[in-house]
């Protein structure tokens, strides 16, 4: 699960992940925002209207959602469930509420807070988008602040300071989350089962 | 803390660690075993007469020792506790036992478990030293059995197939876990209490 505040660089961490992990499958979320210049319907997002994605909750299609600056946002069910029925890793690119939702569901998952390198640098890029009017600038700055308190739920905090450095400490958390011994343990416990059936 | 069962191939994995990983400092053991080939006292080990090591333990001077197959091997503590104070990470090569009781007095240590790619695997590295007898390759194949029960408090397993990989494996342990959320906690309080001066 990768989160963090609005504007910390969520979407670009995860694009230039997909290149440097293609072993690792990456959850499509599903939101009634507009999409930005150069996204891609199925690839960026699965882009709903409201009257849709009302009816995906009402099905129970969603595994979180979560309303945010007036879009909403959540992550189909279907896929994360296949995903990690097949072994799999998956990546959920996820708001800082709907992460804590599948937390709830998945508390064994990874959870990953992407740091901004300080709040003044958050404010800068979520101005420098220069698709947001500056009420919403304001009213995204004042939400990032009380997002960088939820950071206690979160099992890892990636300083953002470049993209290289954040992607190499993500791989370096996924291939350390795989040395987990609890992961291990299973396979001992066979290892064991053979050298005693020889002795 | 870098432990697993003997003849798994912790002095090789920590030899290649020193070279890939110059910033770590490395802890040097105290034993009264006999030095082997082409070791050297002060580098790979404190080599130390059984009397000199019973005074150590006399002078509380050993943050841990046990004795294994007929010799002792301890800590210093001195070293570890001033190298943690400046602030450094250091890696210390023990045995199981050895490793459990440092994790009484340093429960927020990182506790990494060296795995063999099988126990028959194991076995041929013990005996492929050809430095031991064939007594003390079965009682040291026994140990390592039981020791490979002691894993689960372990917070990692990493398979040591080819030492190239155990030592990314490590390398990635040792980024990730500068990553953990509680270590940031305190530097987003300060974050915080600098956001809520300026407004």
Do not use: W
């Not at 599903?30 to 909750?57: C, H, L, V």
């Not at 960088?148 to 300083?159: G, K």
């Not at 190499?168 to 989350?177: K, L, M």
């Amino acid at each position: 699960m990768l989160s963090g505040p609005s504007g910390v660089g969520k979407g670009t961490v995860c694009s230039v992940l997909r290149q440097k992990m293609p072993e690792l499958i990456y959850s499509v979320s599903a939101t009634t925002r507009q999409p930005r210049q150069g996204e891609m319907d199925g690839i960026n997002y699965f882009f709903k209207s409201k009257e849709q994605f009302k009816d995906m909750i009402a099905r129970d299609a969603l595994l979180e959602y979560a309303e945010y600056v007036g879009n909403f946002y959540g992550t189909p069910r279907d896929f994360v469930e296949r995903t990690l029925a097949s072994g799999k890793d998956i990546i959920l690119e996820i708001e800082v509420q709907g992460a804590l939702k599948v937390k709830e569901k998945f508390p064994e998952g990874v959870f990953i807070f992407l740091l901004p390198p300080s709040l003044d640098e958050l404010k800068q890029r979520i101005t420098g988008r220069g698709t947001e009017t500056e009420d919403l600038i304001a009213n995204r700055m004042t939400v990032a602040a009380e997002e960088m308190n939820l950071i206690r739920h979160y099992d890892y905090a990636v300083l953002n300071d470049e993209i290289d450095n954040a992607c190499r400490r993500i791989q370096s958390i996924v291939e350390a989350e795989h040395c987990r011994s609890e992961r291990y343990m299973s396979e001992f416990a066979q290892h064991m089962q053979a050298a005693s059936e020889k002795a």
